[in-house]
């Protein structure tokens, strides 16, 4: 009898793990730019797909507010970790006289996306996810490296006064946009692999006091570890600021 009854419990744990495992096999699959994900974001009244021409547009037809610009992933720690500590709190008391934009880089994880952002109390009835098939923009299946340079294609087709964005590495990816859209800038420097100008973060600036920054100003932030290793940044012969 005892040996039956393990036998039970030994299938009973084996099927569970199983359906664990299919769960996460799916959740895996979902959170992947594909046809799968392009097609169901099509087709969900929630979801609005933008091409980098109708994110410009969008921010751009707006000088009435301030614009706050996030673009995240769900399938990004840090930027689960900003949304609730550093977006949560500013949108819950600012979103009538500043205008916030969460966008999905992409179609990957579009299904959770919702389910994300309602979690912290950002959800405001529309998903917006990045979907644009020009080369230097298409973030759908491309490594790491060509990430990073779409992202910096993007900020540039967007904001392109001012110096050259060359150092947004990875996401979070943010815009803090004035009302007549400058966005803020900062010239990030590193101990050995030199400087870039990268956009500055909603959590490095007074954002009580919005109103008095001046966007014209490049902010100035030195670390201690390489985050631009690899890639070009300023040096003796080019920088984006001269």
């Given at each position: 009898?005892?040996?039956?009854q393990?036998?039970?419990?030994?299938?009973?744990?084996?099927a569970?793990?199983?359906?664990l495992?299919?769960?996460s096999?799916?959740?895996?699959?979902?959170?992947?730019?594909?046809?799968?994900n392009?097609r169901?974001?099509?087709?969900?009244?929630y979801?609005?797909?933008?091409?980098?021409?109708?994110?410009k547009e969008?921010?751009?037809?707006?000088?009435?507010?301030?614009?706050?610009?996030?673009?995240y992933?769900?399938?990004?720690?840090?930027?689960?970790q900003?949304?609730?500590?550093?977006?949560?709190?500013?949108y819950?008391?600012?979103?009538?006289?500043?205008?916030?934009?969460?966008?999905?880089e992409?179609?990957?994880?579009?299904?959770?996306?919702?389910?994300?952002l309602?979690?912290y109390?950002?959800?405001d009835?529309?998903?917006?996810?990045?979907?644009d098939?020009?080369p230097?923009?298409d973030?759908q299946?491309?490594?790491?490296d060509?990430n990073?340079?779409?992202?910096?294609?993007?900020?540039?087709h967007?904001?392109?006064?001012g110096?050259k964005v060359?150092?947004?590495?990875?996401?979070?990816?943010?815009?803090?946009?004035?009302?007549?859209n400058?966005?803020l800038k900062?010239?990030?420097?590193?101990?050995?692999?030199?400087?870039?100008?990268?956009?500055?973060?909603?959590?490095?600036?007074?954002?009580?006091?919005?109103q008095?920054?001046?966007?014209?100003?490049?902010?100035?932030?030195?670390?201690?570890f390489?985050?631009?290793e690899?890639?070009?940044?300023?040096?003796?012969?080019?920088?984006?600021?001269?």
């Open positions: 009898m005892k040996i039956i393990k036998r039970k419990v030994l299938s009973t744990c084996a569970v793990a199983m359906a495992l299919i769960q096999c799916i959740r895996v699959q979902v959170a992947i730019p594909n046809r799968w392009e169901y974001a099509q087709k969900q009244d979801i609005e797909c933008l091409t980098a021409d109708q994110l969008r921010i751009m037809s707006d000088t009435s507010h301030y614009k706050i610009v996030m673009i992933s769900t399938g990004c720690g840090a930027c689960s900003h949304l609730q500590r550093t977006y949560a709190p500013a819950a008391h600012h979103r009538d006289d500043v205008k916030f934009y969460f966008i999905s992409s179609t990957g994880g579009i299904k959770f996306c919702r389910e994300e309602e979690r109390g950002l959800y009835g529309k998903v917006l996810c990045f979907l098939d020009d230097r923009f973030q299946n491309q490594g790491k060509y990073m340079q779409s992202l910096n294609n993007l900020t540039n967007i904001f392109a006064n110096p060359t150092g947004n590495l990875g996401l979070p990816c943010e815009f803090v946009v004035s009302k007549d400058r966005v900062q010239l990030t420097t590193t101990p050995h692999s030199g400087s870039a100008i990268t956009t500055v973060q909603l959590f490095q600036i007074d954002f009580e006091h919005i008095d920054i001046d966007f014209d100003s490049i902010y100035l932030q030195d670390l201690d390489d985050m631009f690899g890639t070009p940044v300023c040096n003796e012969d080019y920088c984006p600021l001269n």
